[in-house]
């Protein structure tokens, strides 16, 4: 039972969320042998090709050979199609039971198998572990098959593995430039680039400076799996499509290319050294998990070639994986209940979204609209201003600018609904850096610099009086907007005045604006005001009717205490999810790295609760809110926008709690499009 | 109508806590006239003197005049006892009069009152507001004369008026070592000394950098009433003992002299002449609101009377006031059911805090043990150690200064039950400011000087590591002890060690050792397993056995939702209401002042939440984390400390709640008791 508690088996837990108290289990059983001569052997194999899906029989063996020798990559073993010709009369025996065992368990089946003296022994069968790719795949062709039934399909595919399907490729143009060095074994599909590390710790360093790395091992480890996860790409010099490189590779959905023999690897003067070339720990190495080829050098990634379908750059009938991919999520939204929005803050994240499948923006940050070049001198001007008319002056020219943003993401969500949520975040993220400007002005006063001085001296003077010890908890959301209504009014009237261009156009459009940050019913009644009155003006100057919906963010946990109180006022109510883990926790997510490892090392937290959601804690918040939500106005709207919209586990609770919709980003809108129809498949 | 809504009112009801919603009542009556010759006349008065509480009838009263003109100090009244005089039949009628209100009422009558050709007509009566000093003079006094009982006396005083009692009087020696330039009313007693400024915003513009203002005017309107809040006192050189500044003066507990006709106030140049002399906005002037009189310069304060006694300084036969202040607390005592403990963190704050009646104390926060001189180096190796033995060699160092301190607050409180909080702040606290650090170092490189220069850099990358955005919500408390558990296991060996000393020597001690900012009841879980083993092991070693408990701070939104599962293992629950108040609002306590006035402005919020308790919302947290506790264990020991515990209003909460204590700063232990008293009265 040691190997239970030993550290690669801790590490294991932590990344695929599998609680340290389950314990495990021990089978006791008669040994049989592999290795007894040349009419003995051992072998591993999977009933389809678990990298592409592909129905063929897939695998290795080794005559005279333990299973250990086969999952440790030491000695290279042969494709499994091999062994017709050694021991037909076994080869066929297990094939004949491989395929009893798929129809049985109705699924791709991973199998280890030994032969003692030319008689087949089946060591262990499950359900295979299989790329994103291959699930799709597999799922699809069973469907066709008659094996299984279409919402069998939706709920054998791992949400979180249709991802991988959006990761990007290399360009083929770039990549065909470039010349291969050398060629492995195509153990997990995907494009990989990125400066080379040879172990895992340096992985995570240079990783967690924002860098991509790839992993270049002989072989690797399972000490080794906190580097691969970091890592773009997995390549080694040894090992089989079966090794723990690749099975690893393969599970993570980690680009791998295993057993390129021809890589001459120095852990230790980290250089590795190929047909006559070298490369070195930081130079960049590009490989192709589904080909095996692996060049020296930077190359250009493209988008996935789902991602080309949407796009229009390839046709859909040229593209199976497309067909698959949407035929699957088809048979998913017959079943699920919870509607799919997205998180999506300009109109080409709009588009993006709705050709994910996504009905809806659930969350639009205005903000993020002030960040650009042309806007943020705009955006500065207005929070410098010492005057209510300055600033006022200042908004007048980011009116039209929003309008236009917002007719852009309503025209994109083609009459879906869309929430936009007023400005959250605190003035100083528009200014400067207060720390960064104190250095520049003690460097020049220290060199006796006098340009611009007076200048930062002021800047600062407001960066200053902005300052705040926790800005998260600071003046910000509906706090802004109650010290500057004018700004509120701005957006108020921008997102009025879209409506009315797309109605005059005679398009479908009805706005749900959002008031972010709200704990107190008197902060929401304060603003609503504050948007009746704008839009009424708006609505009579156009001589226009549009209806428009008033909700608030709940995400403080004051609002969940107080939800029929704004109920009664509010038209709908989005959990803000981060902010009240946020909150609920007293976990600031900027710092929770400090001490998060600790907490999952000593047992305490098993996952991160800003990637899922808590439920003892946060989800009883969410449950709360929603309940008293509910008594106080029966038809409330109820979603989730944040980043827990988007992953399966909190999508299941969401359902249980009975929201209307989630909200996630873009990429993750098939992921919660498959979770919310398995949610609604769970409860049936 | 109108006078409700102009900005005095708004402003007044905003610092006494008035909804703006309640709205006001208008009377209309026939008319009486005191101008229509010299017998007639109108004045005001008191049936005992607001200012000292002494049983004589005061006030003032203007032959010849309506109200209007007594009130606003224009014309100087006469006092009172001179109507006997100029009209002796109406005189002794409003003397029977009053005697009578003040009868029937069972309080002292604050009464206007107009002679129109020598007829006596009552314009008003209602119970005087009076100073704290005068409160408690009243309250023993009608109790001796028999006109109410001791629990009368107990409801009729404000408790937070007692704090006045308190204050700090001026060193007799100085003050008599330097000489009055003038005489003034006294209407407001206390010590106040401070630098002069001329108007109400200066004075709060000055208050807000930290400096000890007085405020200086001819007279002050009811658009002073921001400046006299934030002063330490208020000198008027018009204006009788009930004009504006003395009314309000009063009733603020804040020291004034008013009528100080001597005074010539420009109040557009800043400056003052009296008697020759002259000072100007900026120098300390100080003043006696008990003898009127007024000293340029600056006096030291010392003590208050009832301090003096309770520090052996001055016996409790001289002190009349100490008398009676003890005698209505022993009657609060007999009646209220709350336990009233004290926040104090060394010995010396817990005797004061035993001597003001406390009977526990509610939090010991143990890190401000931290930043002593002697010990703050030490704390600094420990946050600076590269390796656990190096950090376990500075904590060895702090052992048996924590210990000598535990045993000093133990002692202090005589056997009465002490609750220690482990470490809670982060640890950055303890070291130089990452921004500081900064600029000294760009300063130094800029000006090429290297000397220290790389120690600095060494320190900053540590502090750079330490850096957190949220640090309210970031790595302290309970987080710290998961990641660094030899902290908690030398503050645990610490406590226990104590105790077992104060044993040996026959003094009873039953330590309970506080988790803070517990969350989830791992950390609790995980956390008390280490105080258990070092308790058992410094328990075994001394040879003895002490009880103790291990409880929790509930401060964090989610342990309330989990408080039955936390309370299954805790002995007791202390309520931290400052960061509930933070985490539930998501207001940081720091940054709350960039927007609370336009909270209050705009009718949003009436109190700050970090004042008095938010009832609907954090209130209700505790409510929720009571029950919830109480329902996994039904003696669960329930507290709470933080500001709250000293606030009559939210004590009153806390009644309703049934907690077992409330908890207060030492000075506000004396409020507590008779706020908990007049609790457990309004629940009879």
């Not at 040349?38 to 009933?47: L, P």
């Not at 009644?525 to 609505?539: F, G, H």
Request: charged content about 25%; some cysteine; glycine content about 10%.
């Amino acid at each position: 039972f040691r190997s239970w508690q030993n550290p690669r088996a801790k590490e294991y837990r932590r990344i695929y969320d599998i609680p340290d108290a389950i314990g495990t289990a021990v089978n006791v059983q008669a040994m049989v042998f592999g290795n007894t001569g040349d009419r003995s052997g051992t072998g591993v194999g999977f009933t389809r090709n678990p990298a592409t899906g592909a129905n063929e029989f897939y695998g290795e063996f080794l005559i005279n050979a333990q299973g250990e020798d086969v999952v440790a990559g030491i000695r290279t073993p042969q494709p499994i199609g091999e062994l017709e010709q050694v021991m037909p009369r076994a080869y066929a025996e297990l094939r004949a039971i491989t395929k009893r065992l798929e129809q049985h368990y109705r699924d791709v089946q991973d199998f280890e198998f030994t032969i003692e003296d030319e008689k087949l022994y089946m060591l262990q069968t499950r359900n295979g572990k299989r790329t994103g790719h291959a699930a799709v795949v597999i799922a699809t062709d069973l469907v066709e098959e008659g094996v299984i039934e279409p919402e069998d399909a939706v709920r054998m595919v791992d949400p979180d593995a249709l991802t991988q399907l959006l990761a990007p490729v290399f360009d083929p143009d770039a990549w065909a430039a470039l010349p291969a060095v050398t060629r492995g074994l195509p153990a997990s599909p995907g494009a990989a680039c990125g400066e080379v590390v040879f172990n895992a710790d340096e992985a995570v360093r240079w990783a967690g400076q924002g860098r991509d790395v790839l992993l270049v091992r002989k072989e690797t480890v399972p000490d080794d799996i906190h580097g691969m996860h970091v890592a773009q790409g997995v390549l080694t010099a040894t090992g089989g499509m079966t090794s723990h490189a690749a099975v690893v590779g393969r599970q993570m959905g980690k680009p791998s290319v295993v057993g390129a023999g021809e890589l001459h690897v120095s852990e230790s003067e980290r250089v590795v050294t190929v047909n006559g070339q070298r490369f070195e720990q930081g130079d960049y190495v590009s490989f192709d998990g589904l080909s095996g080829e692996v060049k020296i050098g930077r190359v250009a990634t493209r988008p996935s070639e789902i991602l080309q379908v949407l796009a229009g750059q390839l046709s859909q009938r040229r593209s199976d994986i497309y067909g698959r991919f949407s035929r699957l999520l088809k048979w998913a939204d017959k079943v699920r209940r919870l509607g799919i929005r997205a998180n999506a803050d300009q109109p080409d994240q709009a588009a993006t979204a709705y050709a994910f499948g996504a009905r809806g923006i659930g969350l639009c940050r205005t903000e993020h609209m002030f960040f650009g070049e042309d806007r943020i001198p705009i955006v500065q001007r207005m929070i410098l201003a010492e005057t209510e008319a300055e600033r006022r002056a200042a908004l007048d020219e980011l009116l039209p600018l929003q309008r236009e943003d917002f007719y852009g993401v309503f025209k994109a969500m083609r009459g879906q609904p869309v929430t936009i949520r007023l400005i959250d975040p605190p003035l100083h993220e528009f200014l400067p850096k207060r720390e960064e400007l104190m250095v520049e002005i003690a460097r020049a006063e220290a060199q006796g610099r006098t340009d611009g001085l007076e200048q930062k001296r002021a800047l600062l003077r407001r960066v200053e009086q902005l300052h705040e010890f926790n800005p998260m908890m600071g003046h910000r959301g509906v706090r802004l907007a109650i010290s500057y209504p004018e700004i509120a009014e701005m957006q108020a009237r921008a997102i009025l005045e879209a409506a009315c261009r797309l109605a005059r156009e005679g398009s479908k459009v009805v706005p749900e604006i959002m008031i972010p940050l709200v704990g107190h019913v008197g902060e929401f009644r304060d603003q609503k005001a504050v948007i009746d009155r704008v839009a009424a003006e708006t609505l009579s100057t156009a001589g226009l009717k549009v209806k428009y919906l008033v909700g608030t963010m709940i995400e403080i946990p004051r609002s969940v205490l107080v939800a029929d109180a704004i109920a009664a006022d509010a038209d709908f109510f989005s959990f803000g999810t981060n902010d009240l883990t946020q909150m609920a926790f007293g976990f600031s997510r900027d710092d929770i790295g400090k001490f998060l490892k600790d907490y999952q090392d000593r047992g305490i937290l098993t996952r991160d609760p800003f990637e899922s959601i808590d439920t003892d804690g946060v989800g009883a918040l969410v449950r709360i809110g929603a309940e008293k939500g509910r008594d106080a106005r029966p038809k409330l709207k109820l979603g989730v926008c944040g980043e827990h919209g988007g992953d399966p586990a909190s999508i299941d609770f969401f359902e249980d709690v009975g929201l209307d919709y989630v909200s996630a980003s873009p990429f993750r809108v098939p992921t919660a499009r498959l979770a919310a129809a398995q949610a609604a498949l769970a409860r049936r």
